[in-house]
């Protein structure tokens, strides 16, 4: 039995978009954050603000990927992918995780790379004018709101890559951040302070990226369900007198979507149509008790009782 009931599909529809407006605002604001920020730091001599310039850059190229990997989530189940293209999303997450990771490292490199050469005194010690400051509080004020708007998406719709998108936004947020205090350092003449605080953010930065290329992979391989969805199923099958065991549960993802396997056990003396209504009975249960479960498929076999003398 599927999960598209009456009124399913509406939710469906808004679920994509509002995940694909996710991706068109972050894109723009991007564009514009990148189209302002590498001439600001090439121009004001901002080592962090022209790497957090970089970071804006990249963040256009993979938004433009996971904006067609979300799109072509959205279309519908078909022979060759019977539910649906809602793993892309997940596609989708490793892409932005990696594309992270892969900032945090060239930013971190440039950054020590510039420390470096302030110590041997082999690079010039020039001023950050004021402007530089204000494109960096600017991107931080508009990466909160990015972010904020974005996690308010992904918890509403479960989708992974919009979570993997809110999460790069806060790396931007702490990116910025740095860039704005190594310039406030550059402009109490600790010229140093500016590519140590880059470097220091790009370790976040990374950690970050690891942490959703992390998540992503569990769904790729098919992690065994929480503690809190196998309660939830013992919960809600645990009024069904038929079923006198659940010896197997395992739930793999699709999407934001689950597909479970179940074991029961139950009285071997039952018929097979009896069988079949209990598995029937199973399916509806859980369908109607677990909101984004789409299929359950459920395995009966004669429950073994133990002999007193085992």
């Known amino acids: 039995?599927?999960?598209?009931?009456?009124?399913?599909?509406?939710?469906?529809?808004?679920?994509?978009?509002?995940?694909?407006?996710?991706?068109?605002?972050?894109?723009?604001?991007?564009?514009?954050?990148?189209?302002?920020?590498?001439?600001?730091?090439?121009?004001?001599?901002?080592?962090?603000?022209?790497?957090?310039?970089?970071?804006?850059?990249?963040?256009?190229?993979?938004?433009?990927?996971?904006?067609?990997?979300v799109r072509l989530s959205g279309k519908p189940a078909d022979s060759e992918h019977p539910y649906g293209h809602h793993q892309l999303e997940t596609i989708a997450a490793l892409v932005v995780g990696a594309f992270v990771i892969t900032t945090g490292a060239a930013i971190f490199w440039d950054s020590v790379n510039s420390a470096f050469d302030l110590f041997m005194g082999t690079a010039p010690q020039l001023k950050v004018p004021m402007f530089t400051l204000i494109v960096a509080l600017a991107t931080i004020i508009s990466k909160i709101f990015l972010m904020l708007h974005a996690n308010h998406i992904s918890q509403k719709t479960r989708n992974l890559a919009i979570n993997a998108l809110a999460r790069d936004h806060r790396n931007d947020i702490f990116a910025s951040t740095g860039a704005a205090i190594g310039i406030l350092f550059n402009m109490l003449g600790i010229a140093w302070g500016d590519p140590v605080a880059g470097a220091v953010v790009a370790v976040i930065v990374a950690k970050t990226g690891m942490d959703i290329l992390r998540e992503a992979s569990s769904d790729l391989m098919d992690d065994v369900p929480s503690k809190d969805?196998?309660?939830?199923?013992?919960?809600?099958?645990?009024?069904?007198?038929?079923?006198?065991?659940?010896?197997?549960?395992?739930?793999?993802?699709?999407?934001?979507?689950?597909?479970?396997?179940?074991?029961?056990?139950?009285?071997?003396?039952?018929?097979?149509?009896?069988?079949?209504?209990?598995?029937?009975?199973?399916?509806?249960t859980l369908i109607s008790g677990i909101e984004m479960l789409r299929k359950v498929y459920v395995h009966y076999h004669p429950v073994r009782i133990k002999e007193p003398y085992e």
């Open 1 to 69: 039995m599927e999960i598209f009931k009456t009124g399913k599909k509406t939710n469906i529809n808004n679920r994509q978009r509002d995940a694909e407006l996710v991706v068109n605002i972050g894109l723009f604001f991007n564009a514009i954050l990148a189209f302002v920020k590498v001439p600001a730091g090439i121009l004001g001599h901002s080592q962090g603000l022209l790497a957090d310039g970089i970071n804006s850059v990249s963040d256009v190229i993979y938004f433009v990927v996971v904006k067609i990997f």
């Open 229 to 284: 969805v196998a309660d939830k199923i013992h919960e809600l099958l645990n009024g069904v007198e038929e079923i006198k065991s659940i010896e197997y549960i395992h739930a793999h993802r699709f999407g934001p979507y689950l597909v479970v396997n179940l074991t029961i056990g139950i009285d071997g003396d039952l018929s097979v149509k009896n069988g079949d209504r209990i598995a029937d009975t199973v399916e509806n």
